[in-house]
């Protein structure tokens, strides 16, 4: 990494003033007025290094997190943050490891970032805590693991081929056999020579819940795609999700526009979840766009089926890897997991179709105590969303976006909800008909 030196800011820490720093305060001598709360006055990725006084250990949790969130989002790819103060991590390190930022010991750091990091020890002493951000530019062609948790035969070969057919073909598919008989089994044999086709068959019956976790257990690809056994993809979905990571590379979600499909395949109408959030390609600030799915209460973003994301985003999260802080997300494993993903970075939407939900009797989702747990799941984590407040920080009808692919100085700007009139009229039962099957 680069040795040269970037902007290094220094928000609250007491008097005097950290030699080669720029001071955010609220005090009089700031060179940056600041208030906790406040947005920082950087581009993305501009800062190298970012010192944190102790003050920010007298915020509430939900200021913890804004403030955090701020420095993620400025901090360039392999930048430091350090937290000075005398209280335990704990707290601090949930915090920032839910914003997407990692232990400095495990953040290839920059030169710059490693100087000043030896430099503010030599200082100040030990921090209470040191995240850096990690570099997430792809370069290369990642294996990525389709992973399909399958129970129900009807619709399975359709899907199996639909995998196979990927236009991009550094792929696993990874298949994890829940269901009673040898039917889905039989027809994996049919297709093995087709593709790299990873098949278990469970001991025990696990659920849908405990199937998803096998799969994402055996993937060994760097990119997660799941595929549920009644769904398809259309050939380039891998390939078009995979470059948004190449061009846009803090998101830590791509997701596309999904059609609803009936039991014979014929395309149905769209439903208030399924209408498109943006109207043409864009980056989304993620958190906005998490905003907006929870405080609607609707999957806007997408199934299982519908997105692609990093195995390594999830993994610290053993042996629960499906929820959002704390709260499991029972019968909403998609709303929940992408409430995570997205604090931690930032989400690339597609307008075009790259997906196919299919709607059948056989759904797991028809079936009215089902329905009522996921309404109360929603409200689950709509409480746990209000808790972190951020909610306060803009309304769920608008959206912080950028065209996709963006130029360097492309700025973010504020954009209603494509839709937004036509989902609030569908709260609960519509929330949970387009929700997750697991």
Same mark, same amino acid.
């Given at each position: ?10 928000? *609250? ?6 030699? +080669? ?6 005090? #009089? ?59 335990? !991590? ?8 839910? /914003?997407?930022?990692?232990? $400095? ?24 805590? %040191? ?15 389709? =992973? ?41 044999? $049919? ?32 990119? /997660? ?7 398809? &993809? ?6 078009? =999700? =995979? ?34 959030? /943006? ?6 600030? *993620?958190?906005? &766009? ?12 997408? %199934? ?26 029972? *019968?909403?494993?998609?709303?929940? !997991? ?6 931690? +970075? ?34 689950? =984590? @709509? ?8 909610? %306060?920080? &803009? ?18 700007? %504020? @954009? #209603? ?8 009229? /569908?709260?609960?039962? +519509? ?8």
């Amino acid at each position: 990494m680069s040795g040269a030196a970037g902007l290094r800011v220094d928000i *609250g820490s007491p008097s005097p003033a950290l030699p +080669g720093f720029l001071r955010m305060h609220w005090q #009089g001598d700031a060179d940056v007025p600041f208030q906790a709360g406040d947005e920082f006055p950087f581009e993305d990725r501009a800062v190298e290094v970012i010192a944190i006084g102790d003050f920010i250990e007298t915020l509430p949790r939900a200021g913890k997190m804004q403030l955090l969130l701020e420095c993620r989002k400025v901090l360039a790819p392999g930048g430091l943050l350090r937290i000075e103060g005398s209280s335990g !991590t704990g707290e601090l390190a949930r915090i920032a490891a839910m /914003v997407g930022l990692t232990p $400095a010991a495990r953040t290839l750091l920059s030169d710059a970032s490693q100087v000043a990091q030896l430099e503010l020890n030599a200082t100040l002493g030990n921090a209470v805590l %040191e995240v850096g951000k990690r570099d997430r530019q792809l370069a290369s062609d990642p294996l990525v693991s389709i =992973l399909i948790p399958a129970f129900n035969p009807r619709f399975f070969l359709a899907c199996l081929d639909s995998a196979l057919a990927q236009t991009y073909k550094h792929i696993e598919i990874v298949i994890c056999d829940d269901s009673p008989d040898s039917a889905i089994e039989d027809f994996v044999r $049919a297709r093995a020579n087709q593709g790299t086709i990873r098949y278990a068959r469970n001991g025990a019956r696990l659920g849908p819940r405990g199937n998803f976790t096998r799969c994402f257990e055996r993937a060994e690809g760097t990119f /997660v795609k799941f595929l549920c056994d009644d769904d398809l &993809l259309v050939p380039s979905c891998v390939a078009s =999700l =995979l470059d948004a990571f190449r061009h846009a590379p803090d998101i830590t979600l791509a997701t596309s526009r999904r059609q609803r499909i009936d039991a014979n395949g014929q395309r149905l109408d769209d439903q208030p979840a399924t209408i498109p959030v /943006v109207p043409s390609d864009s980056v989304i600030t *993620g958190w906005t &766009l998490a905003n907006s799915m929870i405080m609607v209460g609707l999957n806007t973003i997408g %199934e299982p089926s519908t997105t692609l994301f990093r195995r390594a985003d999830l993994l610290d999260r053993a042996p629960v890897y499906f929820g959002f802080d704390g709260d499991p997300g029972h *019968g909403i494993i998609d709303m929940a !997991t992408w409430a995570a993903l997205l604090l931690q +970075g930032d989400a690339v939407y597609m307008h075009q179709c790259l997906s196919s939900f299919r709607i059948h009797a056989g759904q797991r989702q028809h079936d009215p105590t089902k329905l009522q747990r996921n309404i109360g799941s929603i409200r689950s =984590l @709509q409480a746990a969303w209000l808790a972190l407040g951020m909610h %306060e920080r &803009l309304p769920p009808d608008r959206l912080l976006v950028k065209p996709f692919p963006s130029s360097f100085d492309c700025v973010w700007q %504020e @954009q #209603g909800v494509a839709g937004f009139a036509a989902r609030r009229i /569908v709260r609960d039962a +519509g929330a949970v008909r387009t929700g997750a099957r697991a």
